[in-house]
């Protein structure tokens, strides 16, 4: 209550379970199989039972865009047209390009073997939605809000470390961290923009949110190895016989003024790719490992933060451990499930 745009995020993140469990509980979600020339008023859903609507879906066309010069599919596109009473409506879907009629949401997921039949996802949820993106910008609002906030717990540690830095040895090692940054920024930004705009692409790949979501989790991901790398320079000094507990105190505030931002930008990617996934596929979140594994991510990096009601990582050498060996659940995340398991990210 003490710390308003704390509390936003925390209440943002219920609101989010909540939209979850509507979707859960109330959500459809099934497939439509259609021929060209053919139309249909049903879908199968999940669980095998047949859904009635109360309009005709007709497959007009279906073609595999490729590359030019290449076998490698570019797009895949079905035209349809929905027929509703003595109304009708021609529409052209394709990937990360959805139809929307009568609060069903038509997405592109398959085809047949020769070219001439479509496979759709066909989803329903109009609440779940509405409260899930309603969480989502809670969480936006409050993450924005928290830079703002007085008397937090972020503003004491960087008084600290402003008094930190006026030492020589600190503002070398401050602008070493900031040009690798920089650098290493500067690079995964030139790969992404190269690959997205050249290299072919798998269909789903070729949205706007590819890259953003990316280079946001990427830039995540750079802040926390060298808070890394910081954890591993703090464990190194306390076993020397002449260990300084007061440098490990000012890594440790280094590192916290690291944390935050590094968490806030993989909830942002971690939620720009729900959002992207709901665009693509026509669910926000589907369980798969990538996802898992980038909550888990999520989940481990925010116990740190709160030192108040954990108060084991108040002590540096409690704080540089974990967070020096939790890097490995980002290796994980990042390598070790496209080596080790399978799912919707297997591309990635």
């Not at 665009?279 to 709160?306: C, N, Q």
């Amino acid at each position: 209550w003490k710390a308003p745009a704390t509390f936003l995020i925390h209440v943002a993140f219920a609101v989010i379970l909540a939209g979850a469990l509507v979707t859960h509980l109330w959500g459809e979600q099934g497939r439509m199989h259609l021929r060209e020339s053919e139309s249909s008023n049903f879908y199968v859903g999940e669980n095998g039972y047949v859904k009635q609507l109360s309009f005709a879906v007709q497959l007009n066309r279906f073609e595999v865009e490729y590359y030019p010069d290449s076998y490698a599919p570019k797009d895949y596109i079905s035209e349809i047209t929905f027929k509703d009473g003595g109304k009708e409506e021609a529409i052209t879907i394709s990937m990360n390009n959805i139809a929307t009629h009568d609060h069903y949401r038509f997405y592109q997921s398959g085809y047949d073997d020769d070219l001439h039949g479509s496979i759709l996802i066909v989803t329903r949820d109009p609440w779940g939605i509405g409260l899930t993106y309603t969480g989502y910008l809670l969480l936006l609002l409050g993450m924005l809000l928290f830079w703002l906030q007085p008397n937090s717990q972020y503003r004491y540690v960087l008084q600290l470390w402003r008094e930190d830095r006026k030492t020589s040895a600190n503002r070398i090692m401050r602008w070493l961290p900031y040009i690798s940054f920089f650098v290493v920024l500067i690079i995964v930004g030139l790969v992404m923009f190269l690959r997205w705009t050249s290299a072919p692409l798998m269909p789903v790949l070729r949205s706007p949110f590819f890259p953003l979501h990316v280079s946001v989790i990427m830039i995540s991901y750079i802040l926390l190895a060298f808070i890394m790398i910081n954890g591993f320079r703090a464990i190194f000094l306390s076993g020397k016989k002449d260990g300084n507990p007061e440098k490990s105190a000012r890594l440790m505030r280094s590192s916290q003024l690291m944390l935050m931002p590094a968490l806030f930008l993989l909830i942002a990617g971690i939620f720009i790719g729900a959002v992207w996934a709901n665009v693509s596929w026509g669910r926000y979140w589907g369980w798969d490992s990538k996802e898992v594994w980038a909550l888990i991510t999520m989940m481990f990096y925010s116990l740190p933060l709160h030192q108040q009601s954990i108060r084991w990582f108040a002590k540096p050498r409690h704080f540089h451990g974990y967070c020096a060996f939790a890097f490995l659940i980002v290796l994980m995340t990042y390598f070790g499930v496209n080596y080790f398991l399978s799912g919707l990210h297997s591309y990635a």
